[in-house]
């Protein structure tokens, strides 16, 4: 069964500092997604990992796929009020998408 | 394109009474998903949908939740009798087995359901 961990669940930031969001997953997958969940409104995607060392980046944020490690990882870089969201990462298996549990980021002045 | 359309927005019903929630994809997908989120258990899978056909419906609760797919354009989700432990947002989603990012995963804003 493909369990999809994410770490850390919560994540408090000044504004201004780096940080990044680790997910693991338990088996083999070549697709990763990225999602980004304001409170009250619907998930929308961030990034799309499709191989191995594959690098995206949007603004202020930059994720990473290693699927030999089973690890994506998104980095925040000087991190802003409006990136306090919760961002979730999906492991891709057949056609279905294994969401991990979100990590809730947020940036405080 | 105007993206996965879901109605209603919000619903309030109390306990015991029907529910259909119902979602119409982006035009081409073919697959679509139905979620449910809650703070307790997260974003859970409930069924998807391959070209119309259900391929895996293991995180439908029980037998009192039930969908279809009749056409291409449209789902539903239909809860019947309706419990408060029900009351969540239900997300659809859709995704196409083609493009640059198939598999990719679209949602919709979502149905606020409050059974009381």
């Known amino acids: 069964e493909l369990k999809v961990e994410q770490n850390p669940l919560f994540l408090s930031m000044q504004e201004g500092k780096n940080y990044t969001i680790y997910c693991n997953y338990s088996?083999?997958?070549?697709?990763l997604y990225w999602y980004r969940q304001d409170p009250g409104k619907s998930l929308e995607s961030l990034f799309v990992l499709l191989s191995n060392g594959a690098v995206k980046q949007e603004g202020r944020l930059m994720a990473s796929l290693d699927t030999k490690a089973r690890l994506s990882t998104l980095h925040i870089t000087a991190a802003v009020h409006d990136l306090s969201a919760t961002y979730f990462c999906a492991v891709g298996r057949a056609n279905k998408l294994i969401f991990g549990t979100g990590t809730l980021l947020a940036v405080q002045p | 394109d105007a993206g996965v359309i879901q109605s209603p927005r919000h619903e309030v019903t109390e306990m015991g009474q029907e529910v259909t929630l119902r979602c119409k994809p982006i035009?081409?997908?073919?697959?679509l998903f139905w979620y449910r989120q809650t703070m307790m258990r997260g974003l859970e899978l409930l069924i998807y949908?391959?070209?119309?056909?259900?391929?895996?419906d293991s995180g439908m609760p029980e037998d009192r939740f039930s969908a279809k797919m009749p056409n291409a354009s449209f789902s539903t989700l239909k809860i019947q009798p309706s419990e408060p432990r029900d009351s969540a947002v239900y997300f659809c989603a859709s995704s196409s087995h083609s493009g640059v990012n198939s598999y990719e995963q679209y949602f919709g804003p979502g149905t606020r359901l409050t059974v009381t």
């Open positions: 949908f391959n070209n119309n056909v259900p391929i895996d």
């Open positions: 088996t083999t997958s070549d697709r």
């Open positions: 035009s081409g997908h073919n697959s």
